[in-house]
């Protein structure tokens, strides 16, 4: 027995000794942004393809490029993130009326989330090649006479946001990053979605020290195409997502506006805002009018998917629309050279998909001002006569877009 317990004692102590060894420091919580994200969490690599076949997204291995997430910060303390895949702004934060800072911007706390084969959205996206719909999936080029053909990826009528495989679902590559601004590219081939010609797309962030967020977007191509970018952030200024906008107050720079049919596609008329629940050149609750049964709000899910025909005709310098919540005193003041502005106010989120915080994304829990050239601007672009509106772009004409998003607080 003595000897037992010797070893039985002397196997105590080497195990004691051996674990005091092996001991390790703690694990150091992650560093998470403003917004509460973890940016290991957008770490990956990954490429998007769609299987035609078989009506579904897939990864595709052979073509997949590292993704990360991106945080811009100014002097004032507000924060803006960003992933280079699908070139989304995933959140801002800024100050409400108390000095608190509060995320602005509809997310995912994961990349994971904005995989299609997940989740198809939009949320934050730099779309391209073309925003938005284009009539029957269809366009032909000055001078050609067979139309060229595109996915018809909104509900099988219209080819929407360029297609299953529109740059929302792309890697950028990261040509500059800093503590104020990123600069992302596309290189997207001829053929691309089916869209003609080499394009090289680039799309800059920076957040000014005066709390704007300023875009960028430049293309060139070596042969006719078009193209239309836009960002696709969905607003909540009210700094609580469990809020909807609907009390949130519009006001926007237009007398015009372009009717929709119940495929959410432009008729080809413009028609006046005055005496219609279109009319926002007054401030008003954007909510003011969701329940009157109009047939235009009601084809569209019940909010507005509707662009408006900016007065300000590329006037960057002018204000052309104007998002103030009560609620938090947050103010956001959009600029652009574009000629209209698509508002898109949530109505077809369900309250299925977790977002940050794991508030789950309701009707209305956002609104998207999305700078453009007009819907179907290749078939349909001299609305007004607004030659602002032509998306085609040659080696000769290349593109230029600006939008500009800026914040301020109002007690």
């Not at 997940?118 to 029957?136: K, L, M, P, Q």
Request: aromatic share 12%; hydrophobic share 30%; charged share 20%.
């Amino acid at each position: 027995m003595r000897n037992i317990k010797k070893i039985m004692l002397g196997s105590a102590a080497t195990v004691a000794l051996l674990c005091s060894c092996c001991q390790q420091p703690a694990p150091v919580a992650p560093e998470l942004t403003k917004s509460g994200i973890n940016p290991a969490d957008y770490d990956t690599i990954i490429a998007v393809a769609y299987d035609y076949e078989n009506n579904q997204f897939v990864p595709d291995t052979a073509n997949a490029k590292p993704v990360s997430l991106y945080t811009l910060t100014n002097k004032n303390g507000m924060e803006v993130c960003i992933t280079n895949f699908g070139g989304r702004i995933v959140s801002i934060m800024v100050p409400d009326k108390d000095g608190k800072f509060v995320d602005v911007a509809c997310g995912f706390d994961k990349v994971e989330n904005y995989f299609p084969w997940n989740f198809e959205t939009d949320f934050g996206c730099s779309v391209g090649r073309y925003a938005n719909r284009i009539d029957g999936g269809k366009f032909t080029l000055p001078g050609q006479d067979e139309p060229i053909v595109l996915d018809k990826n909104n509900n099988g009528f219209h080819s929407l946001h360029g297609g299953y495989t529109g740059w929302q679902y792309q890697v950028y590559d990261v040509v500059e990053s800093s503590e104020n601004s990123l600069t992302l590219k596309r290189i997207s081939p001829d053929g691309d979605n089916n869209f003609p010609g080499n394009v090289e797309a680039v799309v800059k962030f920076e957040l000014t020290d005066n709390n704007e967020i300023v875009i960028n977007y430049d293309a060139t191509t070596d042969a006719p195409t078009i193209i239309n970018m836009t960002n696709h952030t969905y607003f909540n200024l009210s700094g609580d997502f469990n809020n909807t906008i609907d009390e949130s107050i519009l006001q926007v720079n237009a007398d015009y506006y372009t009717p929709a049919d119940d495929t959410y596609m432009p008729t080809g008329a413009v028609k006046e805002v005055a005496g219609t629940v279109f009319d926002f050149r007054a401030p008003k609750a954007i909510g003011t009018n969701f329940n009157d049964g109009d047939a235009e709000i009601e084809a569209a899910g019940g909010g507005y998917d509707h662009n408006w025909c900016l007065n300000t005709k590329g006037n960057q310098e002018e204000i052309c629309a104007t998002m103030y919540d009560p609620r938090s005193g947050i103010k956001l003041d959009m600029y652009t050279n574009e000629p209209g502005v698509q508002c898109y106010t949530a109505n077809f989120q369900d309250g299925t998909r977790p977002g940050k915080g794991g508030i789950m994304y309701q009707k209305h829990c956002a609104i998207c001002l999305e700078s453009q050239k007009y819907p179907d601007s290749p078939n349909k672009y001299k609305l007004l006569g607004w030659e602002l509106s032509d998306a085609i772009i040659t080696p000769e004409k290349p593109y230029h877009s600006y939008c500009k998003y800026a914040f301020s607080v109002e007690k």
